[in-house]
Structures are given as C-alpha cells and as structure tokens.
C-alpha cells in the first residue's frame, strides 16, 4: 500500500463515501490511471458509520441538512446533492418506496398535536433502508469505489494529523503497529463519535471552531399499537419549547416495529476501564424480524453559555453517573415508576405481558433515571410524554419503558467556507462530527461539497 496520495478521506461515513462517489463521477480517468490517487481510511473493520444503522434518510433539505439552512448553498443546489446521494443509494440495492408524502395525512396529525404546543415537523419524506438491509447496499458502494480506483484502509486510527510543507502527516494505527501517511489534501469527516480526537486535532492545527448545544436524552419504547401517528408517517418528528424553561424538546429517530439497540462498541465513551455504550433504536424492513413495539428518542438540547462551557463534558459526566447507577450497563425503567420517581426492579420485567422490552434484560439494569438526570431534563421529558398522550393516551401507559442514557454528541461546529474548506489552507471537514450536518442525506451533502471544493483546486 501507499503512503503518499493527493487526497486522504478519514472516516467512511455517508460523508466520506459521498466525497469519493463525487470524485469519482468527476474525474474517473484521473483515478483510474493513478494521476489521481485517493484512499478512505477508518478505524473500525468496516466502512461505513453511520450507515450500517436504521439507514432512514430523510429526502428534504429542512432535517439534518445544514449546507441549506446554513446558506452554502440555495434550494435548487441542496436538492441536485440529495437527489445525487440519493440515486448511489438506491443503485446499490436501497428500498424504492419513499414515504411520508402523503400531505393530508401530515395535516392531520399536525391539527391534532397543534392544541398540545407540539409541532409536527411537515417535512417527512424519507427512503429508509434498515438495519437488516444496510450491509450488502455498503459493500456493493464499496465495490464501486475500489473498482474505480479508490483504497479502502480499513482497521487504520489516524491517532495524529500535523501540518507539513506540502500537505499534512498522518501518524496512523493499526494492529499494534505505527506509521506515516501523507497528503496533499485532506478532509475530516469523524462522525459524532470521534469528537474528543478531533477537537484535540483541531486546537493542534489552529483551526478555528465554535460551541454547539449537545443533546442529551431518552428513548421510550411501547406496543406499535399505541403510536398511531407512527402507522402513517413513519418517522414523525414532533418538537416542543417548554413553556416553563424555554427549553426545547424533540422526538427523534422513530422506530415502529423496531428494537432498542445499543450503539456499536466503537462509538463507546471511555471512562476509567469502563466502556459507555448509548441506547439507540434500529428500524427493520424484514416483517419477519420486525417486533410488536415502537421506540422513539426524546432529546433535550442543552447549550451552555455565559460563561460557555463544554457541553459535550457536561453530557459525558451525566452519562457517567447513569452508567455508574446502572452498575456500567445503561438504564431501564417502567414508566410508572418514572412518572412516581420510584426504581425499577428486575420483578418488574416478569409477568408482565402487555410490553417486553425488545433487548435483553442483561444488557441493561432496571433502575431510575430521576436520581441521575436533572429535575429540568425530567419535567421536560414528562411534559412531551403528557401532552402526545393528549391525542395518544397509551404514550403514558405504565407498562411502558423508557431507556437512558441517549445522547447526540455534536458540540462543535468548525468554521469553514461555502466549500468546507477550514482557516487551515486545504484541510476541509465534513459531516456530523464537523457540526455541519446531523443526518445520512446531510452529511452526504457536505461531502459532496467538499468533493467540490478539492477539485475546484486540482
Ligand atoms: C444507531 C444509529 C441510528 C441512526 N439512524 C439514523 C437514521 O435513521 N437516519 C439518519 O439520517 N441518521 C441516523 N443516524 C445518524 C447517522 O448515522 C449520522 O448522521 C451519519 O452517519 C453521520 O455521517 P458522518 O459521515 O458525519 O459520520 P459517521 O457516519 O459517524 O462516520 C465517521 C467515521 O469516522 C471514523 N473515524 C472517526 N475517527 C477516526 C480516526 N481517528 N481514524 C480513523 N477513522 C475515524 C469512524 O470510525 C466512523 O466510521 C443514526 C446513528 C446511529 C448511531
């Protein structure tokens, strides 16, 4: 393998996969005949990131889609990149049916909520894949990319990025063993998990960045039955500002007949000899794997200013202290308990039949959330709970479970031009971990941007 290429790829996300599909559609002959050379280098054993989850992509440039709502680019733009990612997806195997078109439906659901103060976000359309059906779609786009050129170094750890003359030096880990990669041009895309390494990368190089909010939250799981809203739209994002605190509170990520999961051990917190692995939810396409339950996140966004502080350190010391109730395993409770602030015990997961919960009870503890999240987190995640079952009421059912910790670890957003480009002269960032997106379809869109703004310079 190489050591030297014009342009290095770190992360294999939606980010760093839409910028070598660019590339690749741009300049094939270049690629082909090594004039060009360009590889994608990621930590884990298999590219992807966040790819390999749930897999919903959300087909509108109002979620998760940055380079619009930011301005880097105009509707008609932010359409040609969704619809570009959009057509790798789907010629690689993705579900044709697009859902969440269905205008009156959305209507409806939108009257129906507006009396509670809950806003039912219009913008649903989405492709979704699924979790069962995510791997064979990623290693047919990765057949694509290396035929066409582009290496994958996969199991690689860019442990440590400096500036040279002509580029940048990677220092690079893998199996023990240590060595130097280098480039003329490179683009960080580390995801939402690789935000602690690359902060520190960021303040080694002088790159300027700013404080984001964090989210900290939440997932509830219940019978499919007893969300309706998500039996005609699938995803429903719901968001609501407490009327008490100003606090701003969402659903997120929906999952009817899905499972709880927890995250993938690479996107794990360290603490001491302890691992933290979040709570998340996963959709399945399959009928025959899918559950009787849907699951749903409830994210409070939380900024710390005056005097600004880290808030990603803020959510880290919460999920610290409810690992540490759940014996370092995350929490589960009934929701009755919840709603008294009394702890679950593991008597309340036997005999029960009307709600299971879809993971193993041994990978999670019965506990209580309430002696671990503060009050306002509590009464915010109460108050949402409240007012869906207004128009739900089995949302509050007492079998149902809630899950903690969830979070969304996007505290920073670096500073860049229309093209991704940092203050550092061809460094360019990408995707969520850059701050700059927070979904598949965004992300895809700040790659192909990027793509863009590094070709604009060959
Ligand atoms: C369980 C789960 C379900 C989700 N479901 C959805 C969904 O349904 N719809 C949706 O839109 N979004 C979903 N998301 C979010 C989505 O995955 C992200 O928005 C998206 O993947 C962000 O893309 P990215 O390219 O910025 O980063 P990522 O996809 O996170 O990729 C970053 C990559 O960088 C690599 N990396 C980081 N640091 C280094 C380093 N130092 N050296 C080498 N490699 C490194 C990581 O290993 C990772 O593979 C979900 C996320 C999770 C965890």
């Not at 919903?56 to 930011?70: A, C």
């Not at 480039?183 to 580390?190: D, S």
């Not at 991704?420 to 460094?427: A, D, G, R, Y």
Request: with cysteine; aromatic share 8%; hydrophobic share 35%.
């Amino acid at each position: 393998m190489k050591n030297h290429y014009n342009l290095i790829t770190i992360g294999s996300g939606p980010a760093g996969l839409a910028v070598l599909f660019y590339i690749k559609d741009s300049i094939p002959e270049q690629l082909r005949s090594k004039k060009f050379t360009t590889c994608i280098l990621d930590k884990t054993k298999y590219p992807s990131g966040g790819l390999i989850n749930d897999g919903k992509m959300n087909l509108t440039p109002y979620i998760g889609f940055d380079d619009f709502t930011d301005g880097r680019i105009n509707l008609e733009e932010a359409w040609l990149n969704i619809n570009y990612f959009d057509q790798i997806i789907l010629r690689h195997g993705a579900n044709p049916e697009v859902t969440g078109l269905d205008e009156q439906v959305i209507k409806y659901w939108k009257n129906k909520l507006e009396p509670y103060d809950l806003e039912l976000i219009e913008e649903t359309k989405q492709r979704h894949i699924g979790t069962d059906r995510s791997k064979a779609l990623i290693n047919s786009m990765r057949k694509e990319l290396e035929e066409s050129g582009i290496e994958f170094r996969l199991g690689e750890e860019v442990t440590q990025i400096n500036k040279n003359k002509n580029g940048f030096e990677l220092l690079v880990s893998k199996d023990g063993d240590n060595y130097t990669l280098t480039c003329n041009y490179l683009l960080i895309a580390p995801g939402r998990m690789g935000t602690q390494w690359f902060r520190h990368q960021l303040d080694q190089l002088n790159v300027d960045y700013k404080q984001l909010p964090v989210e900290v939250g939440v997932r509830v799981e219940m019978l499919y039955e007893d969300y309706p809203i998500a039996h005609e739209i699938r995803d429903p994002k719901i968001k609501m500002k407490n009327p008490t605190n100003g606090d701003r509170i969402k659903t997120f990520c929906t999952n009817p007949k899905g499972k709880i999961r927890l995250d993938m051990p690479e996107q794990a917190i360290y603490y001491k000899q302890h691992k933290l692995i979040m709570i998340n939810g996963d959709g399945l396409r399959d009928e025959n794997a899918q559950t009787s339950n849907t699951n749903f996140a409830i994210l409070n966004k939380i900024s710390l200013v005056d005097p600004e502080q880290d808030t990603e350190q803020y959510a880290i010391d919460l999920a610290i202290k409810t690992f540490r109730v759940g014996g370092w395993k995350p929490i589960v409770q009934r929701l009755e308990k919840f709603l008294d602030y009394r702890r679950s015990k593991l008597s309340d997961f036997t005999g029960r039949e009307r709600v299971q919960p879809t993971i193993p009870i041994g990978a999670i503890t019965p506990g209580d959330i309430n002696i671990v999240y503060p009050a306002r987190i509590v009464n915010n995640i109460k108050t949402i709970l409240e007012r869906l079952s207004k128009e739900m009421p089995n949302v509050i059912h007492p079998e149902n479970l809630i899950y903690a910790s969830e979070m969304k670890f996007q505290n920073i957003r670096v500073e860049v031009t229309n093209y991704l480009e940092t203050n550092v002269k061809n460094l360019f960032v990408a995707g969520n971990g850059a701050g700059l997106s927070s979904g598949i379809v965004g992300a895809a869109s700040n790659g192909i941007l990027a793509a863009k703004g590094i070709l604009e310079k060959l």
